[in-house]
C-alpha cells in the first residue's frame, strides 16, 4: 500500500503489528490464566472446560482485557507513526 520493496514493508507491518499482538495477548491469556487457575482452580475448586458456558463468558470478558491492554499500546503506535491511523 506505501509501494514498499518486500523486506521493507514486512519490516514495517512487523513493526505495527508485534507490540500489538503482544500487548492483546499479554490482556487477554492473562486473564484467562487468572480465570483458569486462580479463580476456578483455587477459589471455587472447579474444572473450566472450553465446553461450558462459564468459559466462554470469560473469554468475553478476556476480549476486553486484551482491548484494555492494547489500546495504550496501539496509541503510541500510532504516535510514533510506525502505525497508520484507521
Known amino acids: 500500500m506505501r509501494n514498499l520493496k518486500p ?21 487477554m491469556y492473562g486473564f484467562m490464566a487468572i480465570a483458569h487457575f486462580w479463580l476456578f482452580g483455587h477459589v471455587l475448586q472447579a474444572q473450566l472446560e472450553p465446553n461450558s458456558a462459564e468459559f466462554w463468558f470469560l473469554m468475553q470478558l478476556a476480549m476486553v482485557s486484551g ?13 510514533a507513526r510506525i502505525k497508520a491511523r484507521m
Open 7 to 27: 523486506l521493507r514493508g514486512l519490516w514495517a507491518a512487523f513493526k505495527a503489528d508485534a507490540l500489538s499482538l503482544i500487548s492483546w495477548q499479554i490482556g
Open 67 to 79: 482491548f484494555v491492554t492494547v489500546y495504550p499500546t496501539n496509541w503510541w503506535l500510532i504516535r
